[in-house]
């Protein structure tokens, strides 16, 4: 499967390939896009009007998080696809290693800072004393889980790179699915208002990150990813960085300025 994978990205008209590989592509975004939908939807109903304040004051933050992974996947997939283009499977392997590095780094560091520093945070960017507990409760549970939700959105862009389109979006709508299932669970079963959301959320990017962890484990993926290669690799950083740097700087701007 890998090397009829790889030999069709190298022989196939680039027409049939850009509309096979981006219908999933596209699929899987919209159905990702519905995630803060139905939080609103349920929060709504099950927590008030300033319950949804409180998801709208988290909302910036939330966006800048998946900024950075995002920035580090597109950084990476660049770097991927054109490894993989010149049948340089190692510097493809490396590259994937470097970006879970990353993720895994920057999502720890993400997560200590939302813990100390998360009321300063919210009341940047618009909490009022009525508005900071409802916020408060959703982003405590969110940032427990930012490494689940950095892991997936990066590591789709893997996905992507590789040729595994399909892959990726049914990683999106495992993750949508299952949020849309427990919402009304915790929210209204457990009676656990906006915390159950944030709950309900996390759980669901916990299984999209799984799916994908079982993608490379199961030698589906065309590349291999090694432990020895998870780690910082300084020669692939610059280029992740010099690429996915216009991408993240477009989604805080859109964050701040929105």
Same mark, same amino acid.
């Given at each position: 499967?890998?090397?009829?994978?790889?030999?069709?990205?190298?022989?196939? /008209?680039? &027409?049939? =390939?850009?509309?096979?590989?981006?219908?999933?592509?596209?699929?899987?975004?919209?159905?990702?896009?519905?995630?803060?939908?139905?939080? +609103?939807?349920?929060?709504?109903?099950?927590?008030?009007?300033?319950?949804? &304040? &409180?998801?709208?004051?988290?909302?910036?933050?939330?966006?800048?998080?998946?900024?950075?992974? @995002?920035?580090?996947?597109?950084?990476? +997939?660049?770097?991927?696809?054109?490894? =993989?283009?010149? *049948?340089?499977?190692?510097?493809?392997?490396?590259?994937?290693? *470097?970006?879970?590095?990353?993720?895994?780094?920057?999502? =720890? +560091?993400?997560?200590?800072?939302?813990? $100390?520093?998360?009321?300063?945070?919210?009341?940047?960017?618009?909490?009022?004393?009525?508005?900071?507990?409802?916020?408060?409760?959703? @982003?405590?549970?969110?940032?427990?889980?930012?490494? %689940?939700?950095? %892991?997936?959105?990066?590591? *789709?862009?893997?996905?992507?790179?590789?040729?595994?389109?399909?892959?990726?979006?049914?990683?999106?709508?495992?993750?949508?699915?299952?949020?849309?299932?427990?919402? /009304?669970? $915790?929210? %209204?079963?457990?009676?656990?208002?906006?915390?159950?959301?944030?709950?309900?959320?996390?759980?669901?990017?916990?299984?999209?990150?799984?799916? =994908?962890?079982? #993608?490379?484990?199961?030698?589906?993926?065309?590349?291999?990813? #090694?432990?020895?290669?998870?780690?910082? #690799?300084?020669?692939?950083? /610059?280029?992740?960085?010099?690429?996915?740097?216009?991408?993240?700087?477009? @989604?805080?701007?859109?964050?701040? %300025?929105?």
């Amino acid at each position: 499967m890998r090397e009829e994978r790889k030999k069709e990205l190298a022989t196939k /008209p680039i &027409g049939k =390939l850009l509309f096979r590989y981006s219908m999933p592509a596209i699929v899987g975004m919209v159905v990702n896009s519905l995630y803060n939908l139905v939080d +609103a939807i349920f929060i709504g109903q099950g927590a008030g009007a300033m319950a949804l &304040g &409180g998801i709208a004051v988290s909302f910036p933050i939330q966006i800048i998080i998946l900024a950075i992974a @995002m920035s580090v996947g597109i950084g990476t +997939a660049s770097v991927m696809s054109r490894a =993989l283009g010149a *049948n340089n499977d190692e510097l493809a392997e490396r590259a994937a290693g *470097n970006s879970i590095a990353m993720i895994v780094i920057i999502s =720890l +560091a993400a997560t200590i800072a939302g813990l $100390f520093l998360l009321e300063p945070l919210l009341r940047v960017f618009g909490a009022t004393d009525e508005i900071l507990p409802y916020a408060r409760d959703y @982003m405590e549970v969110i940032v427990i889980g930012i490494i %689940f939700y950095a %892991f997936t959105i990066s590591t *789709n862009n893997l996905v992507r790179a590789e040729g595994s389109a399909k892959t990726a979006m049914v990683s999106m709508i495992i993750g949508t699915g299952l949020n849309i299932v427990l919402d /009304p669970i $915790f929210i %209204f079963g457990f009676d656990m208002g906006i915390k159950g959301a944030a709950i309900a959320t996390v759980i669901a990017v916990f299984c999209s990150s799984l799916f =994908l962890v079982w #993608h490379y484990a199961s030698g589906r993926a065309v590349i291999k990813i #090694h432990f020895r290669t998870i780690r910082l #690799h300084f020669d692939v950083i /610059p280029e992740v960085v010099k690429i996915g740097a216009s991408s993240l700087v477009r @989604m805080i701007a859109a964050s701040l %300025f929105a």
